[in-house]
């Protein structure tokens, strides 16, 4: 949590975690650069109304960075296409495979830099409060919405 007076503080969690449910749909139904731009747009205009440091958000990306670097490789030896790029013994890059990869990066990115913002704008307790508010349907059948909501 990152301490700061913004819109982003003071908003609800509830509100702050379906937008946040919301952003991550959008990210992984976009098929075009131009979603994805508008997807950073987003990501990007919540940093700045949320008053906090980039070099803050930036830092929830470095637990992740081996993850994405192992799977842009995979996906980038793997993946087939139509339009061979590089062959080399048995390593072939396609431009579709180099495509899939740039999306699927960027994708895990924003992920992560979406979520760190909403944990950077939104006290633990808050949250959990939230999660427990958006989940009450759920113990009309008994389910412990308490219990998941602190997990």
């Avoid at 109304?49 to 793997?78: D, Y």
């Avoid at 508010?133 to 308490?146: A, E």
């Amino acid at each position: 949590y990152y301490p700061a007076k913004s819109f982003m503080h003071k908003s609800d969690p509830r509100i702050k975690l379906l937008a946040l449910i919301a952003y991550i749909v959008a990210l992984f139904l976009t098929k075009n650069f131009y979603g994805l731009a508008a997807c950073a747009l987003v990501l990007v205009l919540g940093i700045i109304f949320s008053r906090v440091p980039l070099g803050s958000v930036l830092r929830s990306v470095k637990a992740i960075i081996f993850l994405l670097v192992f799977t842009a490789v995979l996906n980038l030896f793997f993946h087939g296409g139509e339009h061979l790029l590089v062959h080399w013994g048995i390593i072939k890059i396609y431009r579709e495979g180099i495509i899939f990869t740039i999306f699927f990066v960027l994708r895990l990115f924003f992920l992560v830099m979406g979520s760190a913002l909403l944990t950077l704008t939104t006290t633990p307790v808050e949250l959990t409060d939230g999660i427990e508010s958006l989940l009450t349907p759920l113990k009309w059948v008994r389910f412990p919405v308490h219990e998941l909501a602190l997990i």
